[in-house]
Structures are given as structure tokens and as C-alpha cells.
């Protein structure tokens, strides 16, 4: 049972325009959601965040929005630049004292010049 | 500042054998935890702490075991490893309470590649 799905393993865009990531979750207890990039032989580096109670965080040019209602999120980069070519991950804590995340199984991000 | 450093980089072990996967932060965190990555799948969170002489159970905890003496140290203990371990093994550390918001949380170390034949 995937409580974070990432359904797009790949997507290719073109350096310049906007890179769009989609993450759905099925778990409407979820206080938290984060996402995380990685970069081949490297661990994963945390890149933005957004509370349940908003619906937009910025950063940049990186934009997160989480449709409540549809249990579902994105993340934008614009413009996307070759060196954002990664594979993001999706993650969601379910807030409390347990401090676990549950992560999507990510999305290969191709950013070609 | 050297961050969070996992030992080893790769190891190969035969079906049955013991090891221990270290795992060492310097930044004072009090929460570390270790997850696994396989191919197509996204991180699992094995076993994590939330100070020296806590730990807890994570999503795949069967098989591992940890411990935490130290602030510092946050090793994985494959007891009898299984083919079914082979993966790539991320330690992470955070402070705690661990505030997702914040862009000063989780870092992870640069993983260990474990192979079981």
C-alpha cells in the first residue's frame, strides 16, 4: 500500500521552460511534505517544504503547491536548468511525535540544454 | 564540518555474514535514522533515533538492528545477511524535535552500496 506516489518515474524538458514533478498520497493524516533531490552516488538533499495548512511555499525557483482536496502536490522549477537534472523524491510525515517519512518512489528529471 | 559520513562506501558480503554499516554526524543532531533504497523504489526508513539510548522501528526494520551510544555514531547491524539486503543504505540526521519546515533539516550521508550474494 503506497502512501506517496510519484507515477511519472521520468520527465524530460528543455532548459528554460518549467519542469512540472507530481506526487499524489493517499494519507489524509499527512502534516508535512517534502521534497528531496539526488544526484547519482549521492544521498538525497532536501529542497523545499510546505505545511498542510498552506497551499503554496516558494523558494526561489522552486514553487510547491499541495491541493488539499485532491491529496495531491507539485513541484515547479522555472526556469529549469540543466543542473537540476536529478531524480526528485516526494516525501510526507504524518506529523505527532513519530518523525517518519514515507517517501514517493521518485522522478528522473532530465533537463536538456 | 564533515557532515554526516557513512562507512563503507561498498561491500560485498556472502549470505550469512555479519556487518555493521557505521554511520557518524558532527553537527550535535539529535535524531538519526537509516533508510534503504531499491531500484525503482523510493526511501525506506529502517530504524531511527531520537537521542543516545533511544531507538525505535521504522517501515523495514526486519533483519537490522541498531543501537546509539553516542550522540555522534548511529551504526546498522545486519546480523545474517540475506540476498533480500542487497541495496544502497542512507543514514540521515536531523535536530530534534525535527522541524520539517525548516531548511536546516534532515541531511543525509553519501550511502553505502551493500551487495549479498
Known amino acids: 500500500d503506497q502512501q506517496v506516489k510519484q507515477n511519472s518515474p521520468s520527465l524530460s524538458v528543455q532548459e528554460g521552460r518549467i519542469s512540472i514533478l507530481n506526487c499524489d498520497y493517499t494519507?489524509?493524516?499527512?502534516?508535512?511534505f517534502l521534497w528531496y533531490k539526488k544526484y547519482p552516488a549521492e544521498g538525497p538533499t532536501f529542497l523545499i517544504s510546505?505545511?498542510?495548512?498552506?497551499d503554496k511555499n516558494e523558494d526561489g525557483r522552486f514553487t510547491v503547491f499541495l491541493n488539499k482536496s485532491a491529496k495531491h502536490l507539485s513541484l515547479h522549477i522555472v526556469p529549469s536548468q540543466p543542473g537540476d537534472s536529478a531524480v526528485y523524491f516526494c516525501?510526507?510525515?504524518?506529523?505527532?511525535?513519530?518523525?517518519?517519512?514515507?517517501f514517493g518512489k521518485g522522478t528522473l528529471l532530465t533537463v536538456n540544454p | 564540518n564533515a557532515g554526516v559520513t557513512q562507512t563503507p562506501k561498498f561491500q560485498v558480503l556472502k549470505t550469512g555474514q555479519s556487518m555493521t554499516l557505521q554511520c557518524a554526524q558532527d553537527?550535535?543532531?539529535?535524531?538519526m535514522s537509516w533508510y534503504r533504497q531499491d531500484p525503482g523504489m523510493g526511501l525506506r526508513l529502517i530504524h531511527y533515533?531520537?537521542?543516545?539510548?533511544?531507538?525505535d522501528q521504522g517501515e523495514v526494520p526486519n533483519g537490522y538492528n541498531v543501537s546509539r551510544s553516542t550522540t555522534e555514531d548511529f551504526p546498522l547491524r545486519l546480523l545474517s545477511a540475506a540476498p533480500s539486503q542487497t541495496s544502497v543504505y542512507f543514514c540521515?540526521?536531523?535536530?530534534?524535535?525535527?522541524?520539517?519546515?525548516?531548511?536546516?533539516?534532515?541531511?543525509f550521508g553519501p550511502g553505502t552500496r551493500l551487495t549479498v550474494l
Open positions: 510546505i505545511s498542510s495548512i498552506k
Open positions: 516525501a510526507a510525515d504524518s506529523g505527532g511525535s513519530n518523525y517518519k517519512l514515507t
Open positions: 533515533s531520537v537521542g543516545a539510548g533511544i531507538t
Open positions: 494519507n489524509s493524516m499527512f502534516d508535512y
Open positions: 553537527m550535535n543532531h539529535e535524531y
Open positions: 540521515a540526521s536531523s535536530y530534534f524535535p525535527v522541524d520539517w519546515g525548516s531548511t536546516d533539516t534532515q541531511y
